[in-house]
């Protein structure tokens, strides 16, 4: 099993590749900001459901080895009679 610090530093340069990996690849795409900008939401809202205590990756489902966003729930009762 590994401890708790060892694991959360395996996730931490796990994220910090995939980031530089991001911005390598936007960059050399020729990105106008936008997309850092999108990316950066996402970021922001993970974090802001971590803080929360929700999963933040409760948001998202992997359909076929692609990690697609699922559909909020309508918080009106009237979308959620049919």
């Known amino acids: 099993m590994i401890n708790t610090n060892t694991k959360e530093a ?19 795409a020729g990105s106008d ?3 850092y900008d999108a990316a950066f939401q996402i970021l922001k809202t993970a974090v802001k459901d971590h803080d929360a205590g929700h ?12 990690i697609v966003a699922v559909p909020a729930a309508s918080p009106c009762p009237c979308d959620q009679e049919h």
């Open 33 to 35: 900001g936008s997309a």
């Open 55 to 66: 999963d933040p990756g409760a948001r998202y489902r992997n359909i076929n080895g692609r």
């Open 10 to 28: 395996m996730l931490y340069a796990y994220a910090q590749d995939n980031v530089r990996k991001l911005v390598y690849h936007l960059s050399q």
